[in-house]
């Protein structure tokens, strides 16, 4: 292992574990994490947190330190139990709008320790057994504030509550949330998170979220949101991606007008730290 290797890890995935969703088996992620001499790798799989002893069991056997975490539903300012739909932005901004409808934003959170995996797994089990909306447990500020300790909290993907705000134009409240999230969490524990797949829901707020952290002196975090192993495997991806939606990879996208689901841009897979870089 190089040290130049040790530096980095990912630390947004999804594994087979995001029903679906992600394509990585643990397996391969692992031995691909080994091959490439990263020490540790996080799992952030969607809403729940049942990969969870599956993943730290191999990554220990292999010698790779797990980071346990969860891509998080949350609700839109709302409480977990409240079912209605929310938009922030104009009628003429609905694809930028909030996800799922109006009912979840995304955050990315990961345990540091004991008392954050405990308080991850608490969180996640009220959450599922009070809150979800359609087939997501949603956390709201009340659970993120009881069960802020131990845990390492990031902006997340573009479904995320700050991307969305900043993608409407909405910088003061886009702040707004950032501060509170900040103060939930702690001033260390809170990141702003940038990925780069190539998109322009990314690339359009990319400024404004280093404007962002600049204003709140917040630390910054690289990402991939990985959904398989290696970059062949992109083509397996989307016909799981197919099954979701009930499509076929003969009909078209969401994007051509279509009902099937498929990710936009490119290179959802395990990259090196050089190609992170």
Known sequence: MTSSNASFVHLHNHTEYSMLDGAARLGELFNETE???MPALATTDHGYLFGAFDFWK??????IKPIIGVEAYVTPGTARTDKSRVRWGEEHQRKDDISGGGSYTHMTLLSYNNAGMRNLFRASSIASLDAVFGKWPRLDRELLNTYSEGLIATTGCPSGEVQTRLRLGQYREALEAASEFRDIFGAENY????????????????GDLLRLAKDLNLPLVATNDLHYTHEHDAKAHEALLAIQSGSTLLEPTYDNGGS???FSGSGYYLKSPQEMR
């Open 35 to 37: 091959r490439l001499g």
């Open 58 to 63: 191999r990554a220990t056997d292999q010698g």
């Open 191 to 206: 990141f702003c998170e940038l990925m780069d797949h190539g998109l322009d829901i990314e690339r359009r707020v990319t």
């Open 260 to 262: 099937r689901f498929a």
